[in-house]
């Protein structure tokens, strides 16, 4: 008998936790995510307002009379630029590419080395690293521009490109998860087995931190696409979209519907990729702070 009601005690239990506590955590949840994407259903209707919903007051939220006459004005004004706004555009994309992929294969080969040969001086390199993510870019403007232009970088693509692969915080990232992921043992079983490090790194640690390489490309994906003008860079042949939106829509109020529709056509690609790739950022998310 008394068997039986700690069965049954251990099954109300288990039926309050998941009907009540499962149900409140969901309904905090949808709560918490209507919220965060209230600023996206936001732009989407800003984009599709006429100009004088936009300028209404008090503001609505919503369109009443929706148009894509905004997305036809931009158009127009792109075409109306003197440099091709496929130029634009290709900038844009080719920065983001290769200075992505730059930056995860330079940071995940750089950490691999710190975090996993050793070498006199690793740690007070390290040391450096972490001390240098308290320094905004602003801060080291002047320095970086000196620098580049005794490397005769300035006005061409390596004033972008390179900057981009030398960040310090994909470095730690990937520092941190192949610490973390890659245990030595394995890397020791693969040297006596006659394997190069090269070989370790792309055949074993990089498939271990996989979760962590995939958020590195969504962060620094997303910086170098949303970047406008960059003070390296004065051709305008090598500017990006932001920055030709940008000047375009500087024409004043009668362009703000246009300014709209730009917002909504820059954040589909970053939606895009985030959306793609969102089980990996989760999964590295829930395995950061993870010890074995």
Not at 275 to 287: E, F, K, N, Y
Request: glycine share 6%.
């Amino acid at each position: 008998m008394k068997e039986k009601s700690v069965k049954a005690a251990k099954r109300y239990r288990s039926l309050n936790r998941s009907l009540g506590g499962d149900i409140g955590v969901y309904i905090l949840l949808a709560l918490v995510g209507s919220v965060m994407v209230l600023p996206l259903i936001y732009a989407i209707a800003q984009s599709l307002k006429p100009l004088d919903e936009l300028w209404i007051f008090p503001p609505r939220f919503f369109v009443v009379n929706p148009t894509l006459k905004n997305f036809g004005d931009l158009f127009r004004l792109m075409r109306t630029s003197w440099v091709p706004f496929s130029r634009y555009i290709f900038n844009t994309v080719f920065y983001s590419v290769v200075g992505t992929a730059g930056n995860v294969l330079l940071s995940s080969m750089a950490a691999y080395a710190i975090s996993k040969i050793k070498f006199p001086g690793r740690n007070f390199l390290f040391s450096i690293i972490i001390y240098s993510l308290m320094f905004n870019a602003t801060v080291t403007g002047i320095t970086n521009f000196i620098t580049m232009s005794a490397l005769h970088m300035v006005d061409s693509i390596y004033a972008i490109i390179i900057p981009a692969w030398c960040t310090t915080f994909g470095l730690y990232l990937m520092k941190q998860f192949m610490e973390s992921s890659v245990p030595d043992e394995v890397l020791e079983s693969a040297r006596l087995e006659g394997a190069g490090e090269l070989k370790i790194f792309a055949k074993i640690a990089m498939p271990m931190v996989k979760p962590a390489w995939i958020t590195l490309i969504i962060f620094a994906f997303n910086g170098l696409w949303n970047a406008g003008a960059n003070m390296y860079v004065y051709s305008e042949q090598l500017k990006t979209f932001n920055y030709a939106i940008g000047q375009i829509l500087a024409g004043g109020i009668a362009r703000s519907g246009a300014a709209a529709a730009s917002t909504v056509i820059t954040m589909i690609v970053p939606i895009i990729v985030f959306i793609i790739t969102q089980s990996s950022i989760i999964q590295t998310m829930s395995t950061s702070g993870m010890k074995d």
